[in-house]
């Protein structure tokens, strides 16, 4: 310490701050918000703190290599602990054989332009998936999707209700909006028919933080916290909903979800429980779907239980949305 410049002594305080803050966050998933709310701040922060850390072990292979220690021996406990931040795809093959295709979207209400709204349907419409799983649906484009899905379910809209709508090329024989208390958020659940056995398939939109860079700027720091705080108690709140009614349900499930949160927080922890995020079994990079500062966070999901082989996991970087389609492809397991 004594022999480290001025700057390199601030480099190193710097250093121990992100290093501690990301210890800190491999907790987040395993600890309640409504117990421990700041852990909540530290959850959406993780790849943020990935990445300084790995930024501060390459500065300090340079100038100091004990000190690159301290970084290299939290990511090293993080890779242990924590869900992958990127995923390699070692193989680079791709399964092109037949298989249930099923795509999650936010639309954000088709907000942009009529010429954006209907590039984004056509790239739907080309990827063909079997069934599609949209939050914040618009009425606006229910005429378009009806074309190519003969079956479909959408929520009760209104201008204070964000609209969760499934499409699917299968038929629906049950279908059920599941209600969120206070918020404009939901969930729905579809029963299909597929190869002659019942799928029930969640869409689900979890409390927005609305987060933007703007409003982020002009509002108080203790309005955004108290603000923050508030969305992530009703994101467990409505965890425990949803939680509640997969338990009842005996099908074989899927869930399309735009959580609003990371893979590091207690919300995907235990909706996942012990399915299969598509993403970590198929994906590929960082698996980015929102454009957040362009920073690479994963907040849209689809999960699936054993009763599925999961064959292939798309994201699509294109920017009909705030948000990017992603899709897998699936084949139901002999059992």
Same mark, same amino acid.
């Given at each position: 310490?004594?022999?480290?410049?001025?700057?390199?002594?601030?480099?190193?305080?710097?250093?121990?701050? %992100? =290093?501690?803050?990301?210890? *800190? @966050?491999?907790?987040?998933?395993?600890?309640?918000? &409504?117990?421990?709310?700041? /852990?909540?701040?530290?959850?959406?922060?993780?790849?943020?703190?990935?990445?300084?850390?790995?930024?501060?072990?390459?500065?300090?292979?340079?100038?100091?290599?004990?000190?690159?220690?301290?970084?290299?021996?939290?990511?090293?406990?993080?890779?242990?602990?924590?869900?992958?931040?990127?995923?390699?795809?070692?193989?680079?093959?791709?399964?092109?054989?037949?298989?249930?295709?099923?795509?999650?979207?936010?639309?954000?209400?088709?907000?942009?332009?009529?010429?954006?709204?209907?590039?984004?349907?056509?790239?739907?419409?080309?990827?063909?998936?079997?069934?599609?799983?949209?939050?914040?649906?618009?009425?606006?484009?229910?005429?378009?999707?009806?074309?190519?899905?003969?079956?479909?379910?959408?929520?009760?809209?209104?201008?204070?209700?964000?609209?969760?709508?499934? %499409? =699917?090329?299968?038929?629906? *024989? @049950?279908?059920?909006?599941?209600?969120?208390?206070? &918020?404009?958020?939901?969930? /729905?659940?579809?029963?299909?028919?597929?190869?002659?056995?019942?799928?029930?398939?969640?869409?689900?939109?979890?409390?927005?933080?609305?987060?933007?860079?703007?409003?982020?700027?002009?509002?108080?720091?203790?309005?955004?916290?108290?603000?923050?705080?508030?969305?992530?108690?009703?994101?467990?709140?409505?965890?425990?909903?949803?939680?509640?009614?997969?338990?009842?349900?005996?099908?074989?499930?899927?869930?399309?979800?735009?959580?609003?949160?990371?893979?590091?927080?207690?919300?995907?922890?235990?909706?996942?429980?012990?399915?299969?995020?598509?993403?970590?079994?198929?994906?590929?990079?960082?698996?980015?779907?929102?454009?957040?500062?362009?920073?690479?966070?994963?907040?849209?999901?689809?999960?699936?239980?054993?009763?599925?082989?999961?064959?292939?996991?798309?994201? %699509?970087?294109?920017?009909?949305?705030?948000?990017?389609?992603?899709?897998?492809?699936?084949?139901?397991?002999?059992?």
């Amino acid at each position: 310490m004594r022999n480290l410049s001025t700057f390199n002594k601030l480099v190193l305080t710097l250093n121990l701050f %992100f =290093s501690v803050s990301l210890l *800190i @966050s491999f907790f987040a998933p395993h600890l309640s918000v &409504t117990d421990y709310p700041f /852990l909540s701040f530290f959850a959406l922060s993780v790849p943020f703190l990935f990445l300084v850390n790995m930024l501060f072990s390459i500065y300090w292979l340079f100038f100091n290599i004990k000190f690159c220690l301290i970084a290299v021996l939290v990511l090293g406990i993080g890779f242990f602990v924590m869900e992958p931040f990127f995923k390699l795809d070692i193989s680079k093959k791709i399964d092109d054989t037949a298989g249930l295709k099923i795509m999650g979207y936010n639309v954000q209400e088709f907000r942009y332009s009529r010429e954006r709204s209907s590039r984004l349907m056509n790239f739907v419409a080309s990827q063909a998936p079997d069934v599609i799983g949209i939050q914040e649906f618009s009425m606006e484009g229910t005429d378009e999707f009806e074309k190519n899905y003969p079956y479909s379910f959408r929520t009760v809209g209104g201008r204070a209700k964000s609209v969760q709508a499934i %499409f =699917s090329k299968y038929p629906i *024989i @049950s279908k059920e909006h599941i209600k969120f208390p206070n &918020t404009a958020n939901s969930a /729905l659940a579809a029963d299909i028919v597929y190869e002659g056995d019942t799928i029930r398939v969640y869409v689900v939109h979890l409390q927005s933080l609305r987060i933007r860079p703007g409003m982020v700027k002009r509002e108080r720091s203790d309005h955004l916290y108290s603000r923050l705080i508030k969305s992530f108690a009703k994101q467990e709140e409505q965890c425990a909903i949803l939680k509640n009614h997969m338990a009842r349900s005996t099908y074989k499930t899927v869930i399309c979800g735009d959580f609003n949160n990371t893979q590091y927080s207690h919300v995907y922890k235990t909706i996942k429980g012990d399915m299969q995020d598509t993403f970590l079994k198929k994906g590929s990079g960082f698996g980015r779907t929102i454009n957040f500062w362009r920073f690479p966070l994963r907040i849209d999901f689809i999960f699936v239980d054993k009763s599925f082989q999961v064959k292939t996991h798309q994201n %699509f970087d294109v920017g009909f949305s705030d948000h990017f389609p992603v899709m897998t492809t699936l084949n139901l397991v002999d059992q």
